[in-house]
């Protein structure tokens, strides 16, 4: 079993929480995102699904994390998902290409902002998002 392990802070989450993502994983057993993770999101096109749930922030709405891992350079990752989010006429906020990849984005309808970001761990590159 391989345990990837790592903590990323996303700063400007309004919730200010702190997600820890695949810490301890259990390679055997599939993964799927839960029932209710928005069907507008769109998911990478290649990529493996390591780790989802939902939880609730401090206001009380849901938001849904989720990492999957992926082959493709962050670089294209990145000008991917900013294609596919003005697409869908979502407001994005901020892109970072430095350091970690990074692009927050606003979903039509959503209480808060969302974020996407390309991480590079344990010789792995993971893309996380947390969406509300």
């Known amino acids: 079993m391989v345990a990837l392990s790592f903590t990323l802070l996303f700063s400007s989450c309004s919730s200010n929480k702190k997600a820890t ?7 055997s057993k599939k993964v799927e995102l839960p029932a209710n993770f928005p069907t507008d999101f769109p998911k ?3 990529g493996k699904l390591l780790e989802a749930h939902q939880d609730m922030d401090s206001e009380s709405n849901v938001v ?4 999957w891992e992926v082959t493709s350079s962050s670089q294209s990752i990145i000008n991917s998902y900013q294609q596919k989010f003005k697409a869908n006429n979502w407001q994005i906020s901020k892109v970072t290409s430095g350091g970690v990849p990074e692009i927050t984005f606003r979903r039509s309808g959503a209480p808060s902002n969302s974020h996407l970001a390309v ?3 344990n010789g792995k590159r993971l893309l996380q998002v947390i969406v509300y």
Not at 21 to 27: E, P, Y
Request: glycine share 12%.
């Open 64 to 67: 849904y994390y989720a990492t």
């Open 21 to 27: 993502v695949g810490a301890g994983l259990d390679k």
């Open 44 to 46: 990478p096109s290649s």
């Open 119 to 121: 991480v590079d761990s």
